[in-house]
Every structure is written in C-alpha cells, then in structure tokens.
C-alpha cells in the first residue's frame, strides 16, 4: 500500500509538473496575442478605419481573455489537487473585498439587465483566510450567477455569523437552476449542467475550483439547486477563523 501510495504521488507531482510547463507555453505566445490585440483595439498607432476589422480585432482580444481564464483556472485547479497549493493565510477585511467583487461583475449585470444586490452585517468580522484565492472564489460564483441568471433576473451576495460564530457568505440567483444530476456535473471538472451549457460556453471549472479553493481555505462550500427557480451557494467559515471583537 506504501508503494502504491508513493508511486501515485509522484504520478500526480509529475502531472501537476507538466501541466505548469504546458501552462508556461501556452501563455507566452497568448500574453503577446493580447497585448498586440489591445493597442490595435485602442487604435494607439493610428485609426482602424475598418470597422470589420475593429469588430475581428475586439473578438480576437476577447477570446484570448478567455483563454487565458481558463488556462489559469486549469492551472490553480491543477495545484491544489496535486497539494501545491499553499495558502497565505492573513486577516481579511471582508467588506471591502466583497464591494470590489461586485463593482468588477456589475458591467457584466447590467449588460444583461440582472439586479445585483448586496447585503451585510453592520459589523461583518474579519476571517482568517487566503485573499487572493478567496477573492478569485466570490469572482467566479458571482460571474457564474450572472452568466445564467435571464434578463429581469436578480443575483444576491451576502454575508453574515450565525449563533455559533460561524461566518456565513452565500451567492444566490433566480436563473435556470439545476436538477441533482446537473448538479452532480456540474461539480466534476468539465461538467456543465445540461440548461448552463446550453446558454453559455463555460469552462466547467468555475464550481470545483471555488470548492477547491474553499477547501483549501478551511471552509466548507454547500451549493443547492432548483430548476427553473436559481441556484444557492453557501461558503461557511468555521468560527475558529473569525476574528469576532
């Protein structure tokens, strides 16, 4: 058992290895994909009079944008389940790091007509967590909450401690939903739900990184669905990681 143990690791270690080289490459060539992309869309050098060509130059930018998110989201999916992921666990803020969240999705919101409400207590504790990754969490449930939420829709972010000091931050939405095996899908690498692929070419990796990444943190992530009524997602910090006054 030793043995088999051992040569599963170093099979994993070499896994992760490689994809980080794979990543490496992929990204040299795609970061100069997106800079040459951008100072041709913001016409830096002189105008772009065609306007077909301002359209393919905007799509170029925008799928490499893409690409890019998912190579990263691979990539940070890829260490944490090889364990190469450490977090830096510091004091965080969360109110601040919850607004900004919002102000980056709420261009995406507004372009599809979805009302994005925020709520909070009045004196939200601090947490114990990694805020890089915590921040890449609450970025990636709210985009996936705007994504398939339809127009006249409404996504909600709050945060609140429970009885037992608990620290509770829940992403809720009124869009497709999913039943139990679309949530099963949903929750592998790759998987969509049948209603969420039809509506929107997503990567498949924005709900298993943010379990992940929430694992990783110490805190447990819940997610609950109805189809046809929206989709809840729940990440609890236990209170030994909430800094209460």
Do not use: W
């Not at 890019?68 to 090889?82: C, G, M, R, T, Y």
């Not at 372009?111 to 409400?117: H, K, L, P, T």
């Not at 990184?209 to 990440?235: D, K, Q, W, Y």
Request: hydrophobic share 40%; glycine share 8%.
């Amino acid at each position: 058992m030793r043995s088999s143990l051992a040569q599963a690791e170093h099979a994993l270690k070499r896994k992760s290895d490689v994809t980080a080289n794979i990543a490496h490459e992929l990204r040299t060539p795609l970061n100069a994909i997106l800079g040459f992309s951008e100072i041709m869309r913001d016409e830096r050098f002189g105008p772009v009079e065609n306007e077909k060509y301002k359209g393919y130059i905007a799509n170029i930018h925008k799928s490499g944008q893409y690409l890019l998110s998912l190579i990263n989201d691979f990539l940070d999916l890829s260490k944490v389940e090889a364990g190469g992921f450490t977090p830096n666990f510091e004091q965080v803020e969360l109110r601040p790091l919850l607004e900004d969240c919002l102000e980056l999705i709420r261009p995406a919101a507004n372009e599809q007509n979805v009302i994005v409400r925020f709520g909070d207590q009045e004196d939200l504790p601090p947490v114990v967590a990694d805020r890089r990754s915590l921040r890449q969490v609450i970025l990636n449930l709210l985009s996936n909450a705007v994504k398939f939420t339809p127009e006249g829709g409404q996504v909600s972010l709050n945060a609140e401690t429970d009885e037992a000091g608990n620290l509770l931050i829940t992403v809720k939405d009124t869009g497709v939903g999913m039943d139990e095996a679309d949530l099963r899908r949903a929750m592998e690498p790759y998987g969509q739900g049948r209603l969420g692929a039809a509506r929107s070419g997503g990567t498949g990796l924005g709900l298993p990184l943010s379990r992940a990444l929430c694992e990783a943190n110490h805190a447990s992530f819940a997610i609950s669905s109805v189809p046809g009524e929206g989709t809840e997602i729940v990440i609890t910090f236990p209170s030994t990681q909430v800094l209460l006054g």
